[in-house]
């Protein structure tokens, strides 16, 4: 398995990430003498992750990557991005790569709590995932997986619901819910957005597991009602089956 960090620029500032907390001191992205050299190794791993604390999109190397990689029998590629810079002319490039899995996060479905956490636009970030979903549904049996991901917290658990229903408007393969890694859990992670104070560890769902529970139920009922396959990953499920024992 490899992992490869496309780069550490990014384009946003969400609140749970070191970015947001100026803990990320080089920004660049990984050089594409590395990628050369790497040539040999990605013919041979079975799990490809592109990934890290940057947008891959913004990377040139990314983009030199998934135009020219061919994918090998049994492979796997995994992309993350927080779509904002997806659009119809780029969006087929993915769709006709060798990438397996694209995550895009959201962690909101209003609007105002996107701007919270994520900073951005989010009617580009849901033009950018409908892009791709349209570019990739034109690729004869494509097996691309495309879902938009959550990493719940207290400031948006209640809103897994309302992904769930974006997710069936945008036409996605499913939403998947994580939680807050606890690297963060401590008072001094503290980021202030506007009238907004984010404190990490006061965020933690395991400080809330009856209003997780309840949300997260209320997401997976409207999963099945509508047709939206949601994955609880990252322990998420715990809050559902046993409210007694939910850590990160
Ligand atoms: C760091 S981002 C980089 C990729 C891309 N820029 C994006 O927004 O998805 C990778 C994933 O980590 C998640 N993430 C960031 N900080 C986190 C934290 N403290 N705990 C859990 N997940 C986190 C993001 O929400 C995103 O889904």
């Known amino acids: 398995m490899l992992i ?40 041979l ?31 796997y590629i995994r992309l993350n991005s927080n779509g ?17 899995e694209i995550s895009i996060s959201f962690d909101a479905s209003q609007t105002t709590t996107y701007k ?26 494509s097996k691309l997986d495309i879902y938009i991901n959550m990493t719940l917290m207290k400031e948006n658990v209640s809103e897994l619901e309302g992904l769930v229903r974006i997710g069936k408007e945008l036409g996605v393969d499913r939403v998947v819910a994580y939680q807050l890694f ?3 859990d401590s008072p001094v992670w503290v980021v202030e957005r506007g009238d ?25 009922k409207t999963s099945k009602e509508i047709g939206m396959r949601l994955d609880l990953l990252c322990k998420t499920k715990e809050y559902i089956e046993n409210q007694a024992n939910c850590s990160a």
Request: hydrophobic fraction near 40%; proline fraction near 5%.
């Open 4 to 43: 490869i960090a496309a780069t550490t620029k990014c384009n946003l500032r969400c609140v749970m990430c070191p970015h947001a907390m100026g803990r990320v001191h080089v920004y660049q992205d990984i050089a594409q003498i590395c990628m050369d050299r790497l040539e040999a190794p990605l013919k």
């Open 45 to 75: 791993a079975e799990r490809v992750d592109i990934t890290g604390v940057g947008e891959p999109l913004l990377s040139k190397t990314f983009w030199s990557f998934i135009k020219t990689h061919k994918k090998q029998p049994g492979q």
């Open 84 to 100: 904002l810079l997806l659009t119809e002319e780029n969006a087929p490039i993915i769709a006709n790569s060798a990438a397996s």
């Open 116 to 141: 919270k956490i994520r900073g951005g636009n989010f009617e580009r970030a849901k033009q950018g995932v409908k892009a791709l979903v349209e570019a990739r549904n034109r690729v004869p049996d």
């Open 182 to 184: 606890s690297f963060g």
């Open 196 to 220: 907004w104070t984010f404190k990490y560890s006061e965020q933690m769902l395991k400080h809330y597991p009856e209003y997780a529970a309840e949300s997260i139920r209320a997401a997976v």
